[in-house]
């Protein structure tokens, strides 16, 4: 069953069991945060730096806090060396997250 696509942001489309959540990321940010988006990306601050894989993770787990699902629902799909990412996150409806997608300005 295909998740419902009714009036969603440029960078979150459905797929099937969840979303796929285009980002570019800002690592060494001074904090976390949800910015406004650019263009078909949600922009998103990180405090780790891009090193071994550190803002990959702390990306995983501040979208695991902010959208309030266990780490294990949240997949990198594209983007393991890229500041343009494409997350896929699992077993959620849009009206879960899309609120908890807002930017913390």
């Known amino acids: 069953m295909e998740p419902?696509?009714?009036?969603?942001?440029?960078y979150l489309?459905?797929?099937?069991?969840?979303f796929v959540l285009s980002v570019k990321v800002q690592p060494r940010a001074?904090?976390?945060s949800i910015e406004t988006p650019v263009?078909?990306?949600l922009r998103i601050?990180?405090?780790a730096?891009?090193?071994d894989s550190a803002a990959n993770e702390a990306l995983?787990?501040?979208l695991s806090e902010k959208l309030d699902i266990p780490r294990n629902r949240i997949e990198l799909l594209l983007g393991k060396t890229s500041r343009h990412k494409q997350i896929k996150i699992y077993g959620v409806s849009a009206e879960q997250i899309l609120p908890r997608l807002t930017p913390n300005t």
């Open 4 to 10: 419902k696509q009714t009036n969603l942001p440029p």
């Open 13 to 18: 489309r459905a797929e099937n069991n969840g």
């Open 30 to 32: 001074s904090a976390n």
């Open 39 to 41: 263009g078909n990306e």
């Open 45 to 47: 601050k990180i405090a």
């Open 49 to 51: 730096p891009p090193v």
């Open 60 to 62: 995983i787990r501040f």
